[in-house]
C-alpha cells in the first residue's frame, strides 16, 4: 500500500477496512515472497531456505536417502523439485556475497547428504559438485537471471516490467 507523502508512515491508524484500522507491520508474505519495510534480503533468503528445507524433509526418506534409487536419479530429482523452490524470486533480486556464501553452503550440505557424504571424508564443494553433476548455485542464480533479462528486453516497451529496468528516478537517490 503506498503512503501518500503528506501523512507520517508510523500514522497508520487512518487507514480502515470495514472500521478496522490497519497494523503497521515490518513485513509479510505476498504471493510466496516474503516482503519488508527494510528491503533487506536477509529475511527473504531465510524464508526462501526454511521452504526449500522443508521440501527437502519431504522428500528425504522416500527419495534423497533412499538406497534403491540411484544417485542419478536423487540428483535429478534435486534439481527438478528443491532448486527450483531455492531460486524462486531471485531473478529479480541483487543478493549480496553473503546471500550467496548462505545459499551456496545449504547447497552444498544437501548434495553431501544426497550423495552419503559427511565432512570427515573431506571432499572438496568443486568435487562433490562434480560428483553430483550439478554447477554452483552462483552459476545457476546468473543463468536464471539472465534468461528473466532476455525476457523482460522482448517485452514491448510500454509494460512496466521494462520501465521499470530501463526507468531512472527524477527525485531522490
Given at each position: 500500500?503506498?503512503?501518500?507523502?503528506?501523512?507520517?508512515p508510523n500514522?497508520?491508524s487512518?487507514?480502515?477496512?470495514?472500521?478496522?484500522?490497519?497494523?503497521?507491520?515490518?513485513?509479510?508474505?505476498y504471493?510466496?515472497s516474503?516482503?519488508?519495510?527494510?528491503?533487506?534480503?536477509?529475511?527473504k533468503?531465510?524464508?526462501c531456505?526454511?521452504?526449500?528445507?522443508?521440501?527437502?524433509?519431504?522428500l528425504?526418506?522416500?527419495?534423497f536417502?533412499?538406497?534403491?534409487?540411484?544417485?542419478?536419479?536423487?540428483?535429478?530429482?534435486?534439481?527438478?523439485?528443491v532448486?527450483?523452490?531455492?531460486?524462486?524470486g531471485?531473478?529479480?533480486?541483487?543478493?549480496?556475497?553473503?546471500h550467496?556464501?548462505?545459499?551456496?553452503?545449504?547447497?552444498?550440505?544437501?548434495?553431501?547428504?544426497?550423495l552419503?557424504?559427511?565432512?570427515w571424508?573431506?571432499?572438496?564443494?568443486?568435487?562433490i559438485?562434480k560428483?553430483?553433476?550439478v554447477?554452483?548455485?552462483?552459476?545457476?542464480?546468473i543463468?536464471?537471471?539472465?534468461q528473466?533479462?532476455?525476457h523482460?528486453?522482448?517485452?514491448?516497451?510500454?509494460?512496466?516490467?521494462?520501465r521499470?529496468?530501463?526507468?531512472?528516478?527524477?527525485?531522490?537517490?
Amino acid at each position: 500500500m503506498e503512503i501518500p507523502p503528506n501523512i507520517s508512515p508510523n500514522d497508520a491508524s487512518i487507514f480502515t477496512i470495514n472500521g478496522m484500522p490497519l497494523k503497521n507491520i515490518s513485513s509479510f508474505t505476498y504471493l510466496g515472497s516474503n516482503l519488508s519495510f527494510s528491503c533487506n534480503l536477509s529475511n527473504k533468503v531465510q524464508h526462501c531456505l526454511n521452504l526449500v528445507s522443508s521440501a527437502f524433509g519431504h522428500l528425504n526418506d522416500r527419495v534423497f536417502t533412499n538406497c534403491n534409487l540411484r544417485t542419478h536419479t536423487r540428483v535429478a530429482v534435486y534439481n527438478a523439485v528443491v532448486i527450483p523452490t531455492l531460486l524462486y524470486g531471485f531473478k529479480s533480486w541483487v543478493p549480496y556475497c553473503h546471500h550467496i556464501r548462505l545459499l551456496e553452503s545449504f547447497h552444498i550440505r544437501r548434495l553431501q547428504q544426497i550423495l552419503g557424504l559427511h565432512w570427515w571424508h573431506k571432499v572438496s564443494h568443486s568435487e562433490i559438485r562434480k560428483r553430483a553433476g550439478v554447477a554452483p548455485l552462483e552459476s545457476l542464480l546468473i543463468c536464471c537471471q539472465l534468461q528473466w533479462l532476455s525476457h523482460i528486453i522482448r517485452i514491448p516497451s510500454n509494460r512496466l516490467p521494462r520501465r521499470v529496468l530501463f526507468g531512472q528516478l527524477t527525485h531522490g537517490q
